[in-house]
């Protein structure tokens, strides 16, 4: 598990973009991601790393089709076509607004773990803050069963307001029971939303 104060400069260039084959320009980013089935092969992946000045570069697989193994990216992070900005927003850790924190050091070190990834989320409103993280951590475990021998996990934990670290710590501590790895590499981080009354929780593992 890692978690740490988050006092960092919040940079102009965000950590996470999304590219797509018809953008004139390319914006800079410290993540290069880009839907793995936009037609997309090693000389145009080539460009959009020079282009856009990435660190490296992620894909992200939102159908059945499995994705050349690149040396070029750093890996492919499965999930539905709906949940690509959700999937941005996780990876772009620049954003991160509260205590608990990581970087991008941190999610290139996440990468180490695998190449294929999963991601998966949970959400919940209700009026009382025990109930709501309560039920989305549930629901978030649920979805964590077919990850219990996964290497790496990432999760990022969304609020209207700065999260307490007891309720951290319950949701840590829960999501860590579940699993079956104790050597996994845990990652952590924290961020306000504008919606009142709902928690959510968002994350990645790899896949075994």
Same mark, same amino acid.
């Given at each position: 598990?890692?978690?740490?104060?988050?006092?960092?400069?919040?940079?102009?260039?965000?950590?996470?973009?999304?590219?797509?084959?018809?953008?004139?320009?390319?914006?800079?980013?410290?993540?290069?991601?880009?839907?793995?089935?936009?037609?997309?092969?090693?000389?145009?992946?080539?460009?959009?790393?020079?282009?856009?000045? !990435?660190?490296?570069?992620?894909?992200?697989?939102?159908?059945?089709?499995?994705? +050349?193994?690149?040396?070029?990216?750093?890996?492919?992070?499965?999930?539905?076509?709906?949940?690509?900005?959700?999937?941005?927003?996780?990876? %772009?850790?620049?954003?991160?607004?509260?205590?608990?924190?990581?970087?991008?050091?941190?999610?290139?070190?996440?990468?180490?773990?695998? %190449?294929?990834?999963?991601?998966?989320? !949970?959400? !919940?409103?209700?009026?009382?803050?025990?109930?709501?993280?309560?039920?989305?951590?549930?629901?978030?475990?649920?979805?964590?069963?077919?990850?219990?021998?996964?290497?790496?996990?990432?999760?990022?934990?969304?609020?209207?307001?700065?999260?307490?670290?007891?309720?951290?710590?319950?949701?840590?501590?829960?999501?860590? +029971?579940?699993?079956? %790895?104790?050597?996994?590499?845990?990652?952590?981080?924290?961020?306000?939303?504008?919606?009142? %009354?709902?928690?959510?929780?968002?994350?990645?593992?790899?896949?075994?």
């Amino acid at each position: 598990m890692k978690y740490q104060i988050d006092d960092s400069y919040i940079d102009d260039i965000p950590s996470a973009v999304m590219y797509r084959r018809t953008m004139e320009h390319c914006p800079k980013s410290t993540i290069g991601c880009f839907i793995t089935s936009d037609d997309w092969n090693e000389q145009t992946l080539l460009e959009l790393k020079e282009g856009s000045e !990435a660190w490296f570069l992620v894909g992200l697989q939102t159908d059945n089709i499995d994705f +050349e193994r690149l040396d070029i990216i750093e890996g492919v992070i499965r999930c539905q076509p709906d949940e690509v900005n959700d999937v941005i927003k996780l990876l %772009n850790v620049n954003s991160v607004s509260t205590i608990i924190g990581i970087d991008v050091v941190d999610i290139k070190s996440m990468f180490e773990c695998g %190449n294929l990834f999963q991601f998966i989320q !949970a959400s !919940a409103t209700s009026e009382s803050e025990s109930d709501l993280i309560k039920v989305t951590t549930n629901s978030l475990i649920s979805q964590l069963a077919k990850a219990h021998d996964t290497k790496g996990l990432f999760v990022g934990m969304e609020s209207v307001q700065s999260l307490q670290l007891d309720a951290f710590a319950y949701i840590s501590e829960a999501i860590e +029971e579940s699993l079956s %790895n104790s050597d996994a590499s845990i990652y952590y981080s924290s961020s306000m939303n504008d919606e009142l %009354n709902t928690f959510r929780l968002k994350a990645m593992y790899a896949e075994s």
